[in-house]
């Protein structure tokens, strides 16, 4: 677990969250300030702070949270509709929270990135 991580308290149940998804690899929780009616978060339970983090041993990791955002946004009903998935990464890239997560944002019609 990285020291003081957010996310890792999460994952540990040593902080609330709204969970909507957990298995051995990955949990999903909704988004505590949603910028669309759905706004999820997936990530790894293990410990990597950005992308730039990421290892050859790791890369199915990424596509693994990529799929489990594709089976969520099929149970919301917007995967036809359309939806966002972003990974954001150090500071210019507007990270916040420095533990890998995956955003999904969906049910309404999202405008241009910037
Ligand atoms: P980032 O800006 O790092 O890509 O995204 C971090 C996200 O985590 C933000 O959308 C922010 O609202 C969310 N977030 C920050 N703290 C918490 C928290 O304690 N609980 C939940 N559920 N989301 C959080
Ligand atoms: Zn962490």
């Not at 596509?63 to 500071?91: H, M, P, Q, V």
């Amino acid at each position: 677990m990285g020291a003081d991580c957010l996310f890792c308290k999460i994952v540990n149940r040593e902080l609330p969250a709204d969970i909507v998804f957990e298995d051995d690899e990955m949990v999903a929780f909704n988004d505590i300030n949603p910028q669309a009616p759905t706004h999820m978060l997936i990530i790894p339970k293990s410990h990597i702070a950005t992308v730039n983090d990421l290892t050859e041993s790791e890369v199915d990791l990424p596509g693994r949270l990529i799929l489990r955002a594709t089976a969520l946004a099929s149970e919301k009903g917007f995967a036809d509709s359309g939806y966002r998935l972003i990974f954001n990464c150090n500071s210019e890239g507007g990270q916040t929270v420095f533990h890998i997560h995956l955003h999904l944002l969906g049910g309404r019609q999202l405008t241009a990135l910037g």
